[in-house]
């Protein structure tokens, strides 16, 4: 399964998100390196973050970055 590089958009409310591929690699150290580099040299709009993500293809990596989660809830010792 390969590695896909997205932006990842959060929208007006905080259930909504949109992604946009960049690229996919077939291992995860290249997937890396290559999302550092575009951290470090690409400046994005505040509501905008790279991501990457293993998945089948791309409408399951899609799927899953712009599905709603719940916040975690903070345990007393994690404070």
Do not use: C, N
């Not at 291992?27 to 470090?40: P, Y």
């Not at 991501?51 to 899609?62: H, L, N």
């Amino acid at each position: 399964m390969p590695y896909y590089i997205y932006i990842v958009t959060s929208h007006d409310t905080a259930s909504t998100r949109s992604a946009r591929l960049v690229s996919e690699y077939e291992s995860f150290k290249l997937a890396k390196t290559e999302v550092r580099r575009l951290r470090g040299e690409a400046q994005l709009e505040e509501t905008q973050a790279y991501k990457i993500i293993f998945a089948d293809d791309m409408a399951q990596a899609e799927q899953r970055l712009t599905e709603f989660r719940e916040e975690p809830i903070a345990r007393e010792w994690e404070k």
